[in-house]
C-alpha cells in the first residue's frame, strides 16, 4: 500500500485501513493473509495478474457509490458530471487501443460480455460454432453445463489430435454442414496462436459473424504483442479486463459500429442494470497504461518468458500439450510427464507457494476435478518483473517438485527458495508495506 501522511493528517486510504482492522479484524485478518500469500508465492495461474495501484486506488473509492444506469448523456439517474467522464475516458480508449469503431464497458464480468453478445445478435435456438470446453474453450462457449449452452444450438469444434492445434479444415466442414449464424474462436487453455483469417474466411463461407472472445490475450493484443482480430475484418471482440489486460474485474464488448446500438442495448437494459462505475474508472485508468511503451514491453516480455518457461520444461523431460507455446500459457500433462494426475500436481506446487491450476486436457480419460494436467501462465509473473533467467529458475523448481511429490524435505526447502526469491519481486500495490 502506498499510504503517506499528509501534514499531521492520515492519509484517507490508511485510515480506510486502521478503520477496517478496529471495526472488523476478521476481514482485516484474512485481508492481511491474502497480501501475504500474494506477496510470498509464485503465481502462475494464467488467467490472473496483479492489477495497477492507480486501479486499486479506484476500486476503492467513492465511484463504487454511484448508480449510473443507461450510458453517459442518456442515465437513469442524476450526478453524472463524473461518471460520464469515466465512461466516456474509457470507451474512447478502448476504441484507441484494440483500433475498433464501438465500445461498451459495462460488462460486470466476462461471462456477461459473451451473454450480452449471444443474446444481442442472435435468437435462442441459432448456431454458434465454438471450440469445446475440454480443447480449450470456455465454459460460455456453449459447455452443456452453461444456461448459453441450452439456450443456443452450439457445435463444438476440437482441436486437431495429432498435433494439438486447431483444425481449420474440420471447422469449414462444420461450418458448412451446421450453417452457424457466429463463428466464434478464442480460448482459456490453448496454447497455440489463432488464425484469424482462416476463421474469418470460414464465416463468409456460410454467412456468419465472426468474434473474438480475447479475454486470456486482450492485453497482449492490447500492448501489440499478438494480432488484432479487428485488422482481420472480425464484427466482435470481447475480453475481461483483468487478465493479461491488468485491470478491475470486468468485460467489454468491442465491435463494429453496425452492432453498436444492439449490443449496448443487449447490455443495458438487456442482461444488466447498474454499472459498476468504480471498475469502468478502472478500465479507464488500465487502457490509459496500456498505451504506454512499459505496457508494450510488458506485452512482449510476457511471451518470451512463456516461451523460455516452455522450453525450459520441455527441455526437462514435461510434456506439453501441442508441444509447446506461442501465447503466454501452456499445459503440462503432469499424467505423461511425472505420473501424477493435475489435483495432485496443483497441490504439491501449492506446498512450495506455486499457484497453478488443475487442467482438463484434450479428450481427458480423467474426470474435471482430477485431470491429467495443469495450466500455468507467465503474466502475473511478468508485472512483477521476472525475466527470462527468472523462467530457467521456475522451471527446475517446477519438475523438481513434480518429480519428487513425497519429497517433503525437498519441498520445505524450495518453499524456502521460493519465499526468498519472491521478496526480490514488489506486488504492484503493496509495495513499501513490510518491503
Ligand atoms: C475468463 C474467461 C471468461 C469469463 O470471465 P469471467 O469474468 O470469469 O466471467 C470468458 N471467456 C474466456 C475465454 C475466458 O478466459
Known sequence: MTATQTGNEIHPVLKNRLDLQQSDPQVYAALLGEEQRQRDGIELIPSENYTFPEVLAVLGSVFTNKYSEGYPGRRYYGGQTYTDEIENLARDRAKAVFRCEHANVQPLSGSAMNQAVYLGLLEPGDTILAMDLSHGGHLTHGAPVSHMGKLFNFVRYITNPVDGSIDYDQIRADAKLHKPKLVLCGYTSYPRDIDYQAFKSIADEVGALTMTDASHFGGLVAGDAMENPFDHGFDIVTTTTHKSLRGPRGGMVLSRKKFAKKLDKSVFPGL???????????????????????????????LKNSKTLAGALMDQGAELIAGGTDNHMMVIDTVKSFGLDGKVAEEVLDQVQITTNKQIIPDDPNPPLKP??????????????????????????????????GDEAMLAEVAEQVQQFCQKFPVPGLEGENG
Not at 509473473?381 to 527446475?396: H, I, V, Y
Open 372 to 405: 491429467s494436467g495443469i495450466r500455468i501462465g507467465t503474466p502475473a509473473a511478468t508485472t512483477r518483473g521476472m525475466q527470462e533467467g527468472d523462467m530457467q529458475l521456475l522451471a527446475s523448481w517446477l519438475v523438481t517438485c513434480l518429480k519428487n511429490p
Open 272 to 302: 444488466q442494470g447498474g454499472p459498476h462505475m468504480n471498475a469502468i474508472a478502472g478500465i479507464a485508468v488500465t487502457l490509459g497504461k496500456a498505451q504506454t511503451d512499459e505496457f508494450k514491453q510488458y506485452a512482449e516480455q510476457v
